[in-house]
């Protein structure tokens, strides 16, 4: 068995992926330690799939649209899979005066910092999403967001990180990350040891566990998110969906089905025992929330239900970053539910850390030691 490389990955979601395939086209040999069977069977593969610069963190914004400008365009071409990009726009909708105060300070933030984002009326966002309801009194719109499939997303950079040599292993959890001569060096499994010059943390919230055995701790839990998808329809609209309260979010599928995700507020309390349940008050909650906006999709059928794990950060923005007390060790976690529109552009700052290259964007808001005291 092939042991040693270049990097160690740990984690085969979309940012993990992301980041072998960038390592992979520079030439890097790359190992990727995935604990389950499959690739990406976390939170990469069951999202609503948002491309969006809207409603960013100040910090994420200038990622976000970097990827937008310049990485998703061109993704499934350079992939070789159809990612199923959409660039239709996103509609943030409000129902409320509060809502609209809600949505102009996401507006007045986001434009202070170059993103194309206005406020519309109700009237004009029924003319970009004719099924709208009534009741929206107005919308943020964005017409450079949009949405793309996240399991195909994912397993594009698998199947071509892999055509340029990187070497994924399912199956194989990570216990322990042992330091050499007080260096990260080697990443211990329940059966192996892998090696490398540079360990790249990517395993969403069992992140935490694993940087905690060389004593770093990442302030972040878990939260459980759900998904539904319909049956399929003709094409009615692409623009991806939110709303001021942020109770649901969704969009209609290359497919013609909608996939929407949501929150009924009651699943921190499912006893799932640590695997990805759903819950059965959650879907019925966000189809209710659904139809007030959009009641032309009423007798949609359910298909299927699902759900995933966020690594929600306790200051809401991801940790990207060396860690100065153990060398050769670099976190990407804590992503928060923002990861999958970002990830193409996380992929290829993480590949330039490795790399020791000087980073095409600041990353200095994602490091590690902002959390530390300050003395």
């Not at 994924?168 to 216990?175: A, D, K, L, Q, S």
């Not at 940790?319 to 100065?324: D, I, K, L, T």
Request: proline share 3%.
């Amino acid at each position: 068995m092939i042991n040693k490389a270049d990097v160690i990955i740990i984690g085969s979601g979309v940012i993990g992926n992301a980041t072998a395939y960038n390592l992979a086209k520079a030439g890097k040999s790359v190992i990727v330690l995935e604990k389950d069977e499959s690739i990406g069977d976390g939170g990469s593969t069951r999202n609503g799939g948002g491309v969006r610069q809207s409603g960013r963190h100040s910090a994420e914004l200038p990622l976000a649209m970097y990827g937008v400008k310049n990485l998703w365009p061109n993704l499934s071409e350079e992939l070789g899979v159809d990612v199923e990009y959409y660039q239709e726009g996103n509609l943030r909708l409000g129902k409320t005066e509060e809502h609209l105060k809600v949505l102009q300070g996401i507006v007045d933030r986001s434009k202070a910092l170059g993103l194309d984002l206005k406020m519309v009326e109700g009237d004009e966002a029924r003319e970009i999403c004719p099924y709208l309801s009534d009741e929206v009194i107005g919308a943020s719109w964005c017409p450079t967001d949009g949405h793309a499939n996240p399991m195909l997303v994912t397993l594009g950079y698998y199947k071509k990180a892999r055509e340029l040599g990187a070497c994924f292993i399912t199956g194989e959890e990570v216990v322990e990350i042992k330091k050499i001569k007080g260096k990260a060096r080697q990443v211990v499994t329940k059966e192996n040891i892998y090696e490398g010059d540079k360990i790249i943390l990517a395993a969403g919230y069992g992140s935490r566990k694993i940087a905690e055995t060389v004593g770093v701790d990442v302030p972040m839990n878990p939260i459980l998110m759900e998904v539904l998808v319909t049956e399929a329809q003709s094409p009615m609209f692409y623009q991806m969906l939110g709303t001021a309260e942020a109770d649901f979010y969704g969009h209609q599928s290359t497919h013609g089905s909608f996939v929407f995700g949501g929150t009924s507020g009651h699943e921190a309390f499912n006893k799932d025992g640590g695997i990805h349940a759903t819950n059965s008050k959650t879907a019925s909650a966000v189809c209710r929330g659904i139809m007030k906006y959009f009641p032309d999709l009423g007798d949609l059928k359910i298909i299927r239900t699902w759900a995933g794990h966020l690594d929600y950060c306790v200051d809401g923005i991801p940790v990207m970053s060396h860690v100065e007390e153990v060398p050769g060790l670099i976190l990407a976690c804590a992503f928060s539910g923002h990861g999958f529109g970002i990830a193409p552009t996380v992929g290829m700052l993480l590949s330039e850390m490795a790399m020791d290259k000087e980073t095409t964007l600041d990353v200095t808001p994602f490091r590690y030691d902002r959390f530390k005291a300050k003395i």
